[in-house]
């Protein structure tokens, strides 16, 4: 009896010590999963600021020229901070009030981002803040002086 007791101590020995190096492994699983883990957080953070830069990029060549009016509207639109309706638009410009719906409309249509606000039965328009701040560092639109005499 004494030598079947042996016995089973040795197999519950031999089965415990299998249970403590499946443990190390699966800590040692669990650790590289971690890693892993980490380093996919870094990888998806990278593309996604590679696809923000990308689409920044795309922004840039989608700007169509601008005709001499549409540089006015865009100047008049881009020196003030509230928005503007069509009349005052035409009052900063000195163009007619008839042309400026036509200029608004054909900026847009050439990629600039105007965000549109209503309030008492009138629209209003501005320049989206994020592309403001592009066009003041990077030039955009190409309004320049030059620009102007053409």
Known sequence: ???????????????????????SEIQALFD?????????????????????TKNIRQEEVSISPL?????????????????????EIADKTNMPASLVPECVSSLIQKGVPLQRS?????IFFQINKQFKERQAKENV?????????E
Request: with cysteine; net charge negative; charged share 25%.
């Open 32 to 52: 590289y999963l971690h890693e892993l883990d980490v380093k996919m957080d870094k990888l998806s953070q990278r593309l996604d600021q590679t696809q923000l």
């Open 118 to 122: 209503y309030c008492n039965n009138h």
């Open 67 to 87: 005709t001499f009016e549409e540089r006015t509207v865009f100047l008049a639109l881009y020196t003030e901070e509230e928005p503007l309706s069509y009349q």
């Open 1 to 23: 009896m004494k030598k079947d007791f042996e016995t089973i101590r040795a197999a519950l020995e031999e089965h415990l010590s299998s249970i403590n190096e499946n443990t």
């Open 141 to 149: 639109v190409n309004l320049s002086l030059q620009s102007f005499i």
